[in-house]
């Protein structure tokens, strides 16, 4: 089902992964590896810790309590709702960002989230901070960078794994040790070439953090997408991710 912000006019329009289609075709890809599941629109009400040194991991992207983008999607909704039942929690999530502390945040912080996601309101705030901080900076990066469909997914997914930050073990990080080692399209580089570098940058990155060791998300899905030549992300798709079988028909 596609997301009811999209007009028919911005539907006809879009390219690349900007077409509605194709965005969720990305968000079912991500779900896949984030919730072992390829229904994305049924992660609004996911919370747990799972152990990455990153707190509570929840929702349609895993907006985390240690990484800033759960506080940046909370101080959103209350902005929206100011009476809603993540807003107590504000105070604790500004503390604990940064860390993996749950300190202020439990026993209530799981049921609160849990309730906010069966609103509206909540489940448009996460579309939205998921577009603001990962797609929408991901795509136009990789379009600048001469990127098709497949190029701007494989950015896509690193950005919300990695986080949009500049160090080695973030996705600017990563794009700039693989453009060290290959061309991006947009400077005369062959894609295909440049994906693979990216590819193996990221393995790379994820092989540094114990929780990220399993680099299945790349090697077993993104990986045999390049290699067959799919630069359009067309389906049908078949990729595994942590040993379970996914396809899109």
């Known amino acids: 089902m596609l997301s009811s912000r999209w007009s028919s006019a ?113 489940r448009t705030a996460q579309r939205d901070e998921r577009d603001r901080g990962y797609f929408d900076p991901a795509v136009a990066r990789a379009k600048k960078d001469g990127l098709g469909t497949l190029g701007q997914f494989i950015y896509y997914d690193a950005m919300v794994m990695h986080g949009p930050g500049r160090d080695a073990r973030s996705f600017g990080g990563i794009r700039d040790r693989a453009r060290g080692r290959a061309h991006t399209p947009a400077h005369g580089g062959d894609e295909t070439a440049y994906l693979h570098a990216f590819l193996d940058a990221r393995v790379r990155a994820m092989r540094q953090e114990r929780a990220h060791h399993d680099v299945s998300r790349v090697e ?30």
Not at 220 to 246: E, H, I, M
């Open 10 to 122: 911005e539907a006809a329009e879009a390219t690349g992964l900007d077409d509605p289609v194709k965005k969720d075709l990305a968000m079912r890809l991500v779900s896949s590896a984030e919730n072992s599941s390829l229904d994305w629109q049924a992660q609004y009400g996911y919370i747990e810790d799972i152990g990455d040194g990153r707190g509570y991991t929840a929702g349609i992207i895993g907006f985390c309590s240690g990484t800033s983008d759960m506080l940046a999607l909370v101080e959103l909704y209350t902005e929206r709702v100011p009476g809603n039942p993540l807003a107590p929690y504000l105070p604790a999530l500004r503390a604990v960002d940064g860390g993996d502390s749950h300190d202020g945040l439990d026993p209530g912080f799981p049921a609160a989230w849990r309730a906010a996601a069966r609103t509206t309101e909540f």
């Open 220 to 249: 077993t899905a993104q990986r045999v997408f390049l290699t067959a030549g799919n630069l359009g992300l067309d389906t049908p798709l078949k990729w595994k991710v942590y040993g379970d079988s996914y396809e899109i028909g």
